[in-house]
């Protein structure tokens, strides 16, 4: 890895997974020379390589160095794939993203292929959705540079409904002491923590979730909580569209400047429409099954075979 954060360091060390730094710009060839002689030493089944610094040159390196690659990718950014297998789990994937890409490289798209923790695989269960909503669980993502969860909380403080909160700030957000102090202040009852462990029971306890429109939506849609997305962004927005298309969420739109008084109405909208919430979480619940990650596992098993 070239950059990392403590919260991820931590998760990887808990997995028991040993970590080489690459001391280079993701993507450039440096890294790429550095990362072969890593391959060479290590001797891998596979290469995972998941980043928008990663292009076409990166991965013919790879392959010209004997190795099986997997590019994991959201938009097709790229414009030109020569890895073996391309891995999109977004609702939105589609092949022709993918029109100029080797004869050899395999598209895996969809939520079908979704890659879910263990946790979040353990936690899938019915969901009883009571007629009155109070529980909302706030996540904005790891960072949130823009500090999109304060302005959350000043929309849900325009909700006249009497609501549990939990927000959950990441391991990497800056903004902790200003998301604390307005929830100090709130109308509400509201616990904010901190890089938890256990975020799937948080969005089991919760009625509905306000988050960031990135991959954890797979988590969402596999647990099943009522969702309220917002495109923090730009690359959740045809996601976040999609999902939206095929009511399987709820999209706030204007990203991380959206209307602080529509947020509000649609809370209201969803704590107080038992049938709503429903069919959010009935429609989300069936596009994720939790079983993508041991179907990836078999493509590459039968590849390496």
């Known amino acids: 890895m070239a950059e990392v954060t403590q919260a991820i360091d931590q998760r990887l060390s808990e997995e028991n997974m040993r970590v080489f730094r690459i001391q280079d710009t993701p993507g450039s060839d440096e890294d790429s020379k550095q990362f072969r002689t890593l391959a060479r030493d290590t001797r891998p089944a596979w290469v995972v390589v998941d980043g928008y610094k990663f292009g076409e040159r990166y991965e013919r390196d790879l392959k010209n160095a004997g190795l099986r690659v997997l590019v994991v990718d959201d938009n097709g950014r790229t414009g030109a794939y020569a890895a073996d297998v391309v891995l999109n789990q977004n609702l939105h994937a589609r092949e022709s993203l993918y029109s100029v890409r080797e004869t050899y490289t395999r598209l895996l798209l969809g939520p079908r292929y979704a890659l879910l923790r263990r946790e979040f695989t353990s936690a899938m269960a019915e969901r009883t959705i009571p007629t009155a909503g109070t529980k909302v669980l706030v996540s904005m993502g790891g960072s949130d540079p823009e500090n999109v969860t304060l302005r959350v909380l000043a929309a849900i403080e325009l909700v006249e409904i009497k609501l549990e909160i939990t927000v959950v700030v990441g391991g990497s957000n800056p ?32 009625e509905l979730a306000i988050s960031a429109a990135g991959s954890v939506c797979w988590e969402y849609c596999a647990v099943g909580p009522p969702a309220l997305l917002v495109t923090v962004a730009e ?6 569209r999609a999902l939206m298309t095929a009511r ?11 209307a602080v008084a529509e947020m509000a109405q649609v809370v209201t909208r969803l704590m107080t429409s038992a049938g709503d919430r429903r069919a959010l979480s009935e429609v989300a619940r069936k596009l994720v099954d939790g079983r993508g990650t041991k179907r990836v596992l078999a493509v590459l098993a039968a590849t390496a075979s």
């Open 175 to 206: 903004h902790f002491d200003s998301v604390a102090a307005s929830a100090a202040k709130s109308r509400h009852h509201v616990q904010v923590r901190r890089n938890v462990g256990n975020m799937h029971e948080l969005m089991s306890w919760a």
């Open 235 to 240: 690359n959740q927005i045809a996601n976040a």
């Open 248 to 258: 399987a969420a709820a999209v706030l739109g204007g990203g991380a400047s959206f």
